[in-house]
Nanobody, 116 residues
Framework: VQLQASGGGLVQAGGSLRLSCAAS????????MGWYRQAPGKQRELVAT???????TTADSVKGRFTISRDNAKNTVYLQMNSLKPEDTAVYYC???????????WGQGTQVTVSS
């Protein structure tokens, strides 16, 4: 499984960005796709995930500002990020995992920088 993320960049506080991540390869129908982030000097943390059935998990720190969505036909997950804050600055990683197969895959990461 390969994950190709895109959409990061530099934005001013209050601005918006949209991340995309397309999965290719052997994609099992039951899966979870999502986004994690890692700021300098900090551990990687969950941002938001969405199951193939449509259930979502969103970190409290981004609720009301970030929205995860996916297109199952395209094996693509999106993260719409609004009202960005400097503390959202991090490398954002796409992840997909297959619970039944107990496997997990990571994308290469995309930098998001929010200036104050």
């Amino acid at each position: 499984v390969q994950l190709q993320a895109s959409g990061g960049g530099l934005v001013q506080a209050g601005g918006s960005l949209r991340l995309s991540c397309a999965a290719s390869g052997s994609i099992f129908s039951i899966n979870v796709m999502g986004w994690y982030r890692q700021a300098p000097g900090k551990q990687r943390e969950l941002v938001a995930t969405m199951t193939s059935g449509g259930s979502t998990t969103t970190a409290d720190s981004v609720k009301g500002r970030f929205t995860i969505s996916r297109d199952n036909a395209k094996n693509t997950v999106y993260l719409q990020m609004n009202s960005l804050k400097p503390e959202d600055t991090a490398v954002y990683y796409c992840n997909t995992n297959f619970p039944l197969q107990r496997t997990s895959y990571w994308g290469q990461g995309t930098q998001v920088t929010v200036s104050s």
